[in-house]
């Protein structure tokens, strides 16, 4: 990986297809993603989940390209009619998209010559200009055409596209979680000085996760940011408040 950066280095998912918004196939790849760019100090700012539709995903794609350091988008590059993603990444960056000899060479590591039809032959149509991402598992590739990242919706075949790319990623400074838990008391009791402590420590996220447990309720106050002293001293102020009010 490219050297950390005191900047915010931010990216995007654009999940594609319709059988993820009708539920039949159920994600798996935005957690893995997710976790991925937290650990190398990337920040994951929207996850959008779009259908099988041309003019939606050359939309989604421009839009969040233009907003983010990086973009990744998972799935639709397969051999089928309804596997448009490379086309409309090709249509969103305004090039020609066509078979590329290396694409095909890939294939053919895995596929017979009298068995490239002209289906498997879509896996080898990459947009004008974009690098190839090398798939280890089936051979056909992902490719990366600007800040966009394009890979297959097979979580296994992604995540192995996704340790590719890695290495060539910008990345930030890592971001610090720290956890205070607190059981058996209402997230309204400590919320107003809560919200208090977070608007005093620019720089640092402060949220409330509520769960239910079998001795009660238990809520969970993460602290996160990439300043260690300011994460320190937001902990320090959430525990005296929270000892304050068991007093």
């Known amino acids: 990986m490219t050297s950390a950066s005191n900047d915010a280095v931010t990216a995007a998912i654009l999940v594609i297809g319709d059988e993820i918004l009708s539920g039949r196939t159920k994600d798996r790849n935005i957690g893995t993603i997710a976790d991925y760019l937290t650990a ?33 988008t998972t799935g639709g590059i397969g051999p089928t009619h309804d596997d448009i993603t490379a086309d409309c990444i ?3 960056f305004g090039v020609p998209i066509d078979v590329d000899p290396r694409a095909r060479a890939m294939l053919l590591e895995r ?22 991402i090398p798939n ?21 075949i992604m995540q192995a596209m996704l340790d590719q790319i890695g290495p060539s990623l910008r990345t ?40 239910m447990t079998e001795s009660g309720f238990l809520n969970r106050i993460v602290v996160r940011g990439r300043d260690g002293a300011a994460i320190t001293a937001a902990r320090s102020e959430i525990e005296a408040l929270i000892a304050r009010l068991r007093a």
């Open 40 to 72: 190398v100090g990337i920040d994951l700012r929207e996850v959008r989940i779009v259908p099988d539709e041309r003019a939606m995903i050359v939309e989604a794609v421009n839009a969040l390209r233009a907003r983010y350091t990086y973009l990744f």
């Open 90 to 92: 090709a249509e969103a």
């Open 111 to 132: 596929i017979k010559p009298e068995d490239l039809n002209a289906a498997r032959l879509r896996m080898a149509r990459i947009p004008e200009g974009a690098d190839l």
């Open 136 to 156: 280890p598992i089936s051979k056909a590739p992902g490719f990366r055409i600007g800040n966009v990242h394009v890979m297959a919706g097979v979580p296994a």
């Open 172 to 211: 930030g400074g890592r971001v610090i979680s720290e956890t205070i838990e607190v059981g058996n008391m209402p997230e309204g009791a400590y919320a107003s000085e809560l919200a208090a402590i977070a608007g005093a420590h620019a720089g640092v996220s402060i949220g409330s996760y509520p769960s």
